[in-house]
């Protein structure tokens, strides 16, 4: 049984649909966009998917049988009916995400491509389900296409007994239904995955499951590069996957397929730019060869990749601070180029110095140096370069380092941006380009149980013999209640004129806190469903030039609730 989180975008379909279209005309999107919907946007509009893009006038040809739809079905075929009359749709796809079979149909909810990864549909769950490996949902216009507006879907990965790999995803599709977890069809959804899962192992054969067995010894431990292949069916994990190309693979499937006819133990014979090597272990039964397993290391980094450090410079442990920093520590396992963006203040420099760890950086500040767009390229080629503010980058520095990204998309590169104007087309370009290696820093008023372990950090070291500086609860509550607009960076320069002028002894109170901090927030501050429902009303209302009536028919809601919701945000 998998499970999945709710999309922070569920609440807030229909102004998403406008957001949507604000994106595909390249106006401005509303900060309250989910950035991970925003994300998948860009990489969709990166990979050229045409957002009108529509179903196919035949049925597009389908991958031949495999031994995932052999074994799915005769399941799905005993579970179609359970769909029910409305227009729904009931689909398979393997591990590429290639469709292999699909029941029902209704206009917008069939696959208008042989397959369903991001680079052909955009965003989709089946693509979210198979990366996460968890169930996933997708409603309306969080989707790129078009065709798939009024769609809600719901995937679920098909895992392979054992090994647990994801072989494919299973997925319904119907009408838009609110957007509200879980999907109306969900339990049919992990139902039929869970069907498909008991009739792989009841069909895995004795064959199959010693050269199931031979992966998993392999496998085992650290995360190593391994394969098993018979000519037929291969077995991935997840350092192989990212080692191996596809012609890798299919080399060591011939080598599979030879295996069973030479007498001495094989050699892969992998190109020349193969950039790994193959150590190969033949698998036998009662003398006959059932395929290989083959260990895959690297030529050029052979020791392993050390694992990501815990940053125990950057306080805090709330939730979004966890798990941006996590994020970014993870993305910073592979040499690329990463994006840290996030209100000014909020620790992208601090954050980006810590990922680099104590290798000499080169620091470049945008915001400082005036034409960079000759040295870029020069600066890159010394070792790891943070570069400050791409935000205020010049255009034909922009044009320069898109130029450097598409020769070396391995530069080691750090690069932080502040979001406030429209970025131009260049800049827009580069944003895309790094969508799928973006983290988001969260601002510190969406992270204020953050507040004692950062005062404790900002505070400077005492004089010997003076004790450290503490604060009243009084204190600490009006510092979580403020909305500090700069951030870490505000908060530091609070903290440290107070260590630096202060004469009274004891904890900080309240009452020593500047007027801005101390008075507390002026209203009472909204939820992000709350900025959320605002942002979409006073859009509407803008729409419609104001009048009342007409905004409240657009949203759905009565005059006498719009009303009241407007008093309610004016307090």
Known sequence: MTTTEPSPAVHALPPLGVARERFLSGRPVPEWVPEEVLAAWRRARFFGVPHDLREPSAPPPRPGDSPLLGAARPVLERIAPALGPGPSVLLLTDARLRVLWTSGGAPGLRSPCPGLSEQEVGHNSAALALRDRRRAEVHGPEHFLDVWQDVSAVSVPVLAPKSGHALGTLTVACRLCGGRPPHPQAALAEAAATAVEAELLARAGRPEQLLLDAYLRAARGEDRAVAALDGRNRLLSAAAERLATEEVLRALERTAVTARHSEPPPVAALPEDAGCTARIEVVRQDGAVLGIVAVLESRIETAPRPRPRALPALAGSSLPWRYAVERAAGLARSPEPMLLTGERGTGKTAL????????????????????????????????????????????????????????HPDARLLITHTPGTPPGPCLQRLLDKLAARTVTLPPLRERTE?????????????????????????????????????????????VQALAEH???????????????????????????????ERATILETLHRHGGNKSRAAAALGIGRATLYRKLREYEG
């Not at 009243?472 to 530091?492: C, F, I, K, S, Y």
Request: glycine residues 6%; proline residues 11%.
């Open 352 to 407: 980006a110095r810590e990922l680099l760890g104590r290798s000499p950086v080169q620091v470049v500040d945008a915001a400082e140096v005036g034409s960079l767009e000759g040295d870029l390229a020069r600066w890159a080629a010394r070792g790891p370069l943070l570069l400050r503010h791409a935000e205020r980058l010049t255009q034909p520095a922009v044009a320069a380092l898109n130029s450097l990204l598409d020769a």
């Open 450 to 494: 953050d507040m004692r372990e950062l005062l404790t950090a900002l505070a400077p070291r005492p004089a010997p013999g003076s004790p450290p500086l503490s604060w009243t609860l009084d204190a600490v509550r009006a510092l979580e209640q403020h909305p500090w607009p700069g951030n870490v960076t505000e908060l530091a320069h609070v």
């Open 502 to 532: 202060r004469r009274a002894s004891g904890p900080v109170r309240r009452a020593e806190l500047p007027d801005t901090v101390r008075e507390g927030p002026a209203v009472r501050p909204l939820s992000p469903m709350e900025h959320a």
